[in-house]
């Protein structure tokens, strides 16, 4: 480990962020690895992106592993558990886990015409209903002072009709933060959502000038979101200067929609 590494924030932590080969959750997994933390790199199918987040990771001085695991579907947290422990264990030589952040997620884009059963019912079981089978898994090796971040969007606060199913699904996620942190705040575990507006993960629409402007536009910045703009909220909630946050809604989305 380097020496900066040796001495950041999470030094001799562990962390899991699900859904870290790509986007959101690789800005998180990078910046929680650059304060010092041990990361499990989860991933449904991009073993390529996992591998080059793994190596991103190793390049700046960190440690981490890939573990591939498709949530939403039977037994998915038990295949992401045996991973994740026979990581830790290689790597750490325990299976203690310090910091959970449940990323990975579906985004729907379908509106209440067109929404079929099928398709809310993966929103719900990737988006949901994975995060609380994950956090109830995970308890006994998540270690006291730990952290659980919750991944949820900014559209739980202004509306977009095209997102309803989408926007119930991470409504219940964030449910999770307020009751989990009743029930683990003794143990010193924050419990919280970081709520991103758009964010540029590399879809095509970031590269249309009028989309981009419509959509920075929305912003209090006037521009698009990046992905570390996000992960370095995660990171900072799974310090020890976030110690005193629970229970709680963090927005993180440059003041998208505030008017004016
Ligand atoms: P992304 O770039 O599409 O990456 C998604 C990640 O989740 C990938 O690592 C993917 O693995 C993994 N994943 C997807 N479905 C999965 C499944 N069924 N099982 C296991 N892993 C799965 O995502 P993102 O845009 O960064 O979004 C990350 C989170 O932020 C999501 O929860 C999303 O709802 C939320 N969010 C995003 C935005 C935005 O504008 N981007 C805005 C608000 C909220 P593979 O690489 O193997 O496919």
Do not use: C
């Amino acid at each position: 480990m380097s020496k900066e590494n040796s001495m950041g924030k999470l030094a001799n932590k562990t962390a899991l962020v699900t859904g870290s080969s790509r986007g959101i959750g690789r800005a998180a997994a990078l910046r929680i690895a650059a304060e010092g933390a041990v990361v499990a790199v989860h991933y449904a199918t991009n073993t390529d992106a996992a591998k080059q987040t793994v190596a991103a990771i190793e390049e700046q001085g960190g440690r981490a592993f890939a573990v591939q695991a498709e949530l939403g579907v039977p037994g998915d947290v038990d295949t992401l558990f045996e991973g994740l422990t026979a990581g830790l264990r290689e790597q750490t030589g325990e299976t203690a886990l310090d910091i959970l952040v449940n990323n990975a997620g579906v985004m729907g884009g379908v509106g209440l015409e067109d929404i079929t059963p099928e398709q809310f019912d993966r929103m719900i079981a990737v988006n949901a209903k994975a995060p609380l089978f994950l956090v109830q898994k995970v308890l006994p090796i998540l270690r006291d002072g730990g952290r659980v971040i919750n991944i949820g969007t900014g559209l739980l606060r202004y509306a977009n009709p095209d997102e309803i199913a989408y926007s119930m699904s991470k409504g219940a996620l964030d449910q999770i933060s307020l009751h989990l942190a009743r029930l683990l705040g003794p143990r010193g575990i924050t419990v919280n959502t970081v709520a991103p507006g758009v964010t540029n993960t590399g879809s095509p629409i970031f590269d249309m000038p009028e989309v981009r402007e419509v959509l920075a536009n929305m912003t209090a910045f006037k521009r698009i979101a990046e992905p570390s703009d996000v992960g370095d909220v995660v990171a900072f909630l799974a310090s020890d200067d976030a110690r005193w946050i629970t229970g709680t809604f963090v927005d993180a989305s440059g003041g998208t929609l505030l008017g004016g």
